[in-house]
């Protein structure tokens, strides 16, 4: 191998061989001449003094790294090539606020592309990146080009331009003539086409890569056509908002459209649209069909037709659909004619057509079908029977409700050659409303029949039903109805009318349910015959049945009958009732009875029944046979103490006591109360009449008349009683005579010692 010497050009090297002479170097010492053998694109090789190189053959053991390679003007890069304007940058200056003069290495005659506002980036290979073979930088033109050719760039981020990057174009923030480039990956086998890019936001927008070609990133494939796409990370295809074909396409199946479409024996037509603002499309079946019964003669089915017997039937179909940024719809109908004639005249024609309905928004979801069909037959002996039926059903979904409507209505008329007329109309409807709040549905059902005799009579009847379903978080309502009416005028006019209603009521919450039934009759003028109804009310605390109504005559039939819990009483009220059974008092005198402590009945082993009240006991007659025992109570446990004067009042209890005990001042002071409820009761008060030195004396204070305190007119008015050195004392609480409302006491007897008043 030659050695590398300077062959004499300053700044060169290249190849070289010995002539075998010597000769004087610049230092004066001899050495062996060498002479070059470079010759371009012929022999040697040269290395200029700007680094420009020529030699036979290059060989790289590891990597071989440049910013471009140019063989033939074939243009060979790393992974990316971008379609668009572009220049290499000869040299730059930082101008130390962020922006930077770039200076472009241009060909004789060459211009400087890149404009003010263009969205620029630049791919650059940095040594010291250990593992990084290329770093992208972003800028932004801030000037045209100047007389230099010149352009000042301001950088994005941490990014500064390198000697000999290429710097290209992604984008412009104003011209929408240089917002377009094209990309073309050979890392993703995929080239891709970009379009409106104003800002760097827009340039890693999937949305503005408007085109694909290749191995295409799942992410850019709308949501919509993801499902029929797959699970697969890269799809290779097509992804454009618009598709135009001029020639044949070619079907999955090996067919073209056209052989789709016309090789049907049926009559088909189709229309297919896609636009920038959506794709519609429209498809028309139309089968036309006549039949004789000789034609079918062959066939088992068709010998069984009756001679003479001829069928014409008419079926078309057609959908149509539209996709847009808005919504997905489509619209399906389904329509048959047929006309059959028999052999003795009868003839038959009947329509039915089926319509569907699909629309999808962002916002709501509607699905809507219906079904007609019309009959009618007109026989040989002049009698006609028509028959309509209609059938529809609706779904709209929403983020907030689901609504679900059925409806199906049913016409009969048959005019019979008598002439007796027939008429029959049945409707029925159902809506179902479910939301986060509510769930209701509501049922409706209408028949109607009149009949017309020959004879002029005329029977109308009319049967109607309705209930309603109703359930939320907090509450379920259901609701039916039902009512017939009937009604017949005989040929001299006479009327006779009927109108039956039916109704009930569930209402349940957390608190209560209740049930409601109810049941009227009434006659042609409206005159109520016969109205009744039931109402059964539960709770925690009470459960309630009550029944009201009214008789023919209008006299009102009310029963009653509740159970609390507060310890209230049980009522039953009515004209008439009727109790069929055992009583309760078996169940009573076996096992006794306690409600709440306030009424208690035992029953001892002799079975004696023992009843204890805690209140009132009101009766207007009554035999008591035994004694009645009302057991005494000191005035601590059976009066009521005023806590600042410790002063005793008389409340609920009236055999009161004292037992000669202490107290501190030696002193019992009670009041009598003077509450008109009063009046009718015996209060006794009673002290022990054994004394000691210490025993509290009793004072009586209120409004009172005794026995010895008279004057010139009758008995004086007395407010204070001592009972002095024990005994008992009893009153009769009486109507005070001024005041009819409040009660005085009378005292009935004095067995006190020692006592006295004032």
């Known amino acids: 191998m030659a050695g590398l010497i300077n062959t ?32 371009s694109g012929v022999s ?140 073309i990956s050979s890392r993703t086998n995929c080239q891709y086409f970009y379009d409106g890019i104003d800002s760097w936001a827009a340039y890693s927008d999937p949305e503005h890569v408007r085109c694909t070609l290749g191995h295409a990133d799942i992410g850019l494939i709308p949501a919509w056509a993801r499902e029929a796409v797959g699970s697969v990370k890269r799809w290779f295809g097509l992804i454009a908002d618009g598709v135009i074909i001029r020639g044949t396409f070619i079907l ?42 000789s034609d079918s003669a062959s066939s088992a089915a068709g010998s069984a037709t009756t001679a003479g017997e001829h069928v014409t039937k008419i079926e078309e179909l057609s959908s149509e659909f539209n996709v847009n940024y808005e919504k997905l719809s489509a619209d399906f109908t389904h329509k048959v004619n047929t006309e059959t004639t028999n052999a003795l005249g009868a003839i038959t024609s009947a329509t039915e057509e089926a319509t569907g309905t699909l629309q999808l928004t962002a916002k709501d979801f509607v699905l809507a079908f219906t079904n007609l069909v019309d009959t009618k037959t007109e026989e040989a002996t002049d009698a006609i029977s028509e028959a309509k039926k209609s059938a529809e059903s609706s779904l709209t979904m929403t983020a907030e409700q689901l609504d679900l409507q059925f409806k199906k209505t049913v016409e009969e008329k048959t005019e019979e050659a008598t002439g007796a007329i027939t008429d029959k109309k049945e409707s029925a409807e159902s809506d179902i409303q479910a939301s986060a709040e509510e769930l209701t549905a509501t049922f409706n059902k209408n028949a109607e029949e009149k009949v017309k005799e020959a004879d002029g009579a005329i029977t109308t009847s009319k049967n109607a039903a309705k209930s309603e379903v109703e359930l939320t978080a907090k509450n379920l309502t259901a609701t039916f109805e039902e009512n017939v009416q009937k009604k017949t005028i005989s040929a001299k006019g006479e009327i006779d009318a009927t109108t039956e209603s039916r109704k009930s009521e569930l209402n349940l919450t957390a608190e209560r349910l209740t049930t409601k039934f109810e049941e ?16 059964v009310t539960q709770n925690a605390k009470e459960w309630k049945v009550e029944i009201m109504g009214t008789d023919k005559d209008g006299n009102p039939n009310t029963i009653l009958a509740a159970i609390n819990a507060s310890g209230g009483d049980i009522k039953i009220k009515g004209d008439k009732i009727e109790i069929d059974g055992n009583l309760i008092v078996d169940a009573i005198m076996s096992t006794g009875i306690n409600i709440d402590d306030k009424f208690v009945v035992t029953v001892d082993e002799n079975k004696k029944a023992k009843v204890t009240v805690n209140g009132e006991i009101n009766a207007t007659s009554g035999t008591f046979e035994g004694f009645l025992k009302i057991p005494f109570k000191t005035f601590g446990e059976g009066a009521i103490q005023d806590p600042v004067t410790k002063e005793y009042i008389v409340s609920d209890y009236f055999n009161l006591k004292a037992d000669g005990d202490r107290t501190e001042d030696y002193l019992y002071i009670i009041n009598l109360p003077t509450d008109g409820k009063y009046v009718g009761t015996v209060l006794t008060i009673y002290d022990y009449p054994v004394k000691t030195r210490s025993s509290a004396a009793v004072q009586i204070k209120g409004k009172m008349y005794h026995p010895l305190n008279v004057g010139d007119y009758g008995l004086k008015l007395t407010t204070e009683i001592n009972m002095g050195r024990g005994g008992t004392i009893q009153f009769l609480a009486v109507g005070e005579p001024i005041d009819g409302g409040n009660c005085v006491w009378q005292g009935l007897s004095d067995c006190t010692s020692g006592g006295s008043f004032s």
């Open 8 to 39: 004499g050009i300053w700044g060169f090297i290249s190849s070289a061989k010995a002539t075998g002479k010597k000769i004087l170097n610049a230092a004066g010492e001899e050495v062996d001449e060498w002479v070059s053998t470079f010759v």
């Open 44 to 183: 040697g090789w040269l290395i200029d003094k700007l680094g420009n190189a020529e030699f036979k053959s290059v060989f790289v053991r590891e990597k071989f790294i440049t910013n471009e390679f140019v063989y033939n003007r074939i243009r060979v890069t790393e992974d990316e090539e971008i379609v668009t304007s572009s220049i290499k940058i000869a040299s730059y200056f930082d101008n130390g606020d962020g922006t930077f003069t770039v200076y472009p290495d241009l060909r004789e005659a060459d211009n400087n592309p890149l404009a003010d506002s263009d969205l620029l980036i630049g791919y650059y290979h940095n040594p010291g990146n250990t593992g990084i073979i290329y770093s992208v930088q972003q800028f932004t033109a801030i000037s045209d080009p100047g007389s230099d050719q010149s352009i000042l760039l301001e950088a994005e981020g941490d990014s500064i331009p390198y000697q000999h990057m290429i710097i290209a174009r992604v984008g412009n923030l104003i011209d929408a003539e240089r917002q377009s480039f094209i990309r």
């Open 252 to 293: 999955h199946n090996d067919k073209t459209i056209e052989d789709e479409l016309n090789g049907r024996e049926i009559q088909i037509r189709g229309d297919f649209e896609i636009r920038e603002d959506g794709i519609t499309g429209k498809w028309q079946e139309v089968i036309k069909y006549a039949k004789e019964a």
């Open 520 to 535: 009227a009759v009434t006659d042609a003028e409206g005159d109520i015959i016969k109205e009744i109804g039931t109402q």
